[in-house]
């Protein structure tokens, strides 16, 4: 019988140092699962370090299961991502970071509910080493998100999942250039498993995520699932309209009853600001929506490929 065919998708950003772990983890992988044919596809995201270099070396070394696909430039992991699914050749894909956070211990456990059906099995972090400030923002983002949408969430999940080629075909149909790939897995449907997690301590470099782009990230969450925030800015407006109508009655009725007295700057004032506040955030959220209909009115393609193995694509395949 002809054995399955599993990719392990490794986008890598500035990860020199993670190599070495990299490739004992993969022979790991190798050794431990006989029954499956295994890809090893590295995405190099425009990485200023000597990644690429590393990638060349581990492709030289066994090109018969190390693939690598260099990007022009630095996009962000989610189009790496997406570059991964473009170029994966396996009935299944596994998405792990290349910084080896992701035990490859799950592995078998993923094959096994593939296997038994599952298209998308998800590795749910156990415990979290984050600060009590970041779960509990996280928590309450999630909570928002869920209120706002009928698409299903999964919470404390990220990218490391085994992923049918349903499911890659499915999101390689979805090729938004403002990408939330999280939301993306959700959207997909299909048969869905989460299974348990330890994340372990990152080995060498450092996390690339400042605090401004997770807040860019927490908005794109929020405004490529839903166009709910549009909606408060309606009802927001509506009730302010509906408030300041009963004040405006009240203030009728208050003078032909007892003459004006010209008392109104601190009342002005306040009302002045609230509705400049109230109109301020409604752009602001209508701008957010604009903004992202601007970058995808562009159809510009997600990414650039450099090279795959080595090869530069022609004119036709510079994305697939
Ligand atoms: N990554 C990437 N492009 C980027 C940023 C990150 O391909 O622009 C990769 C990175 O090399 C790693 C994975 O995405 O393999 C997760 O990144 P990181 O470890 O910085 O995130 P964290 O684990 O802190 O969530
Ligand atoms: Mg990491």
Request: aromatic share 12%; with cysteine.
């Amino acid at each position: 019988m002809n054995k399955r065919k599993v990719t392990i998708i490794l986008p890598a950003y500035n990860e020199e140092g993670s190599f070495e772990l990299l490739r004992e983890r993969m022979e790991r992988v190798l050794a431990d699962n006989p029954d499956y044919e295994w890809e090893f596809l590295m995405v190099n995201d425009g990485s200023t370090d000597r990644t690429l270099q590393q990638m060349i070396r581990l492709y030289n070394s066994d090109p018969e299961h190390w693939h690598y696909i260099d990007l022009s430039r630095n996009y962000g992991k989610e189009a790496a991502m997406l570059a991964g699914f473009d170029y994966s050749t396996g009935d299944a894909v596994i998405v792990m970071d290349a910084d080896m956070q992701h035990p490859v211990d799950v592995i078998p456990e993923m094959l096994r509910n593939w296997e038994e059906g599952y298209d998308d099995v998800y590795a749910e972090r156990k415990t979290s080493r984050e600060s009590w400030f970041k779960r509990k923002t996280s928590q309450w983002y999630y909570r928002l998100l869920q209120r706002s949408t009928r698409v299903p969430i999964q919470q404390n999940t990220g990218d490391f999942r085994l992923l049918d080629r349903s499911c890659v075909s499915a999101l390689r149909r979805l090729r938004e250039t403002e990408r939330n790939t999280k939301g993306l897995y959700s959207w997909i449907g299909y048969r869905k498993k989460g299974i348990e997690y330890e994340q372990l301590e990152r080995q060498t470099g450092k996390s690339k995520w400042s605090v401004m782009q997770l807040l860019d990230l927490a908005v794109n969450g929020l405004t490529s699932y839903t166009v709910a925030p549009l909606r408060m800015a309606t009802l927001l407006g509506v009730s302010v309209s509906l408030i300041a109508f009963l004040y405006l009655i009240y203030i009728i009725v208050k003078t032909v009853l007892y003459g004006d007295p010209v008392a109104g700057y601190p009342t002005l004032m306040v009302t002045i600001l609230f509705m400049g506040g109230v109109q301020l955030l409604s752009l602001g959220i209508i701008g957010e929506y604009l903004g992202k209909v601007f970058m995808e009115s562009k159809g510009r393609p997600v990414y650039l490929v450099e090279s795959y193995d080595g090869v530069r694509p022609g004119d036709a395949a510079v994305t697939q």
